[in-house]
């Protein structure tokens, strides 16, 4: 993609507050696997981020674990007692779990609460979100563009979003105080701040991260539906590439599930651009056409020279 349809990061310093006051006096992490304890993490090296932490999950045996982590202040098992109080909530479930955790929360968001997210889809997220969203609470959707493949409250750690970016996508009619806080705390966790309308955030997640894991899915389950024999072969004799596909799609089922289920739009535009595309390279093997595959690997060579020039590989 273009950094004329990314736009500019914002990668101006943490703002600092003449108080040595926190963004937030009680924050909330609905969910605290990868991202939430991930952010949990780094508002405890990082400092500045939050007063409190409330971490919220709903197993009991994630409840035990994320006690003996130590990573959270208060670690509630109720989504309506977790966020009472609290000036700040962040999402971090799957994104279709959204609208049944915002009917459970909505009426205990208090006046001026900050509610916000690292889902993957934004357009799903606002859909959910908004129609149930309290008077006085202000609604920042985000997407951190950070992440592995393991999942869990053991899967977190404070620098994932280290020179990453995270995307918000602010509503119409959005407070700006409200959006600069979430934006300042994405800084103060490490990330590069971008903001975009929420439609063209799905398209280029569609095709930078989406398509990606639909693609490893889908060769993995090529390779499993392979007869017996070959099957071994193949995990016995696996070169780097395939490994690289597995790696990802070791990812989290529900997670998975979920984005593709509400980015269908996006996702199927891009995957019959990528189809298209992937038959014109099969005409150009099967009929010798050296210059048209010499052209498509070339192509490949530049986007991954782009990414780590921009640091991001």
Wanted: charged share 25%; with cysteine.
């Amino acid at each position: 993609m273009t950094d004329a349809l990314l736009g500019r990061a914002e990668t101006q310093p943490p703002a600092a507050h003449a108080d040595g006051a926190p963004l937030f006096e009680r924050l909330c992490l609905i969910g605290v696997g990868l991202v939430g304890g991930s952010i949990a993490r780094a508002a405890r090296e990082k400092g500045g981020i939050a007063r409190t932490i409330v971490a919220h999950t709903r197993r009991p045996e994630t409840l035990a674990r994320v006690r003996e982590l130590g990573f959270a202040d208060v670690v509630e098992g109720d989504p309506a007692r977790a966020v009472e109080g609290c000036d700040g909530v962040i999402l971090c479930v799957p994104v279709g779990a959204y609208a049944g955790v915002m009917r459970a929360i909505a009426p205990h968001l208090a006046p001026g609460c900050i509610l916000t997210d690292a889902g993957s889809t934004k357009g799903s997220v606002i859909r959910d979100l908004a129609p149930l969203l309290p008077p006085g609470v202000h609604l920042v959707p985000a997407h951190p563009m950070a992440g592995t493949e393991h999942s869990g409250p053991d899967a977190g750690f404070a620098q994932l979003f280290e020179g990453r970016y995270c995307i918000l996508t602010p509503v119409p009619g959005s407070d700006p105080d409200a959006v600069e806080k979430v934006a300042e705390l994405w800084r103060r966790c490490g990330s590069m701040v971008e903001r975009m309308d929420a439609e063209t955030h799905d398209k280029v997640v569609a095709i930078v991260s989406h398509l990606p894991h639909l693609i490893a899915f889908t060769i993995c389950g090529t390779a499993d539906d392979l007869a017996e024999e070959t099957r071994e072969a193949v995990l016995r004799f696996a070169a780097s590439g395939f490994r690289d596909f597995t790696r990802i799609a070791a990812s989290d089922v529900d997670m998975w599930r979920d984005i593709f289920l509400n980015n269908r739009d996006a996702l199927l535009e891009m995957l019959a651009r990528f189809t298209e595309d992937s038959h014109a390279l099969a005409r150009a093997v099967r009929w010798g056409q050296a210059e048209f595959i010499e052209d498509r690997i070339r192509r490949g060579r530049r986007i991954r020279r782009g990414l780590i020039e921009r640091k991001q590989a």
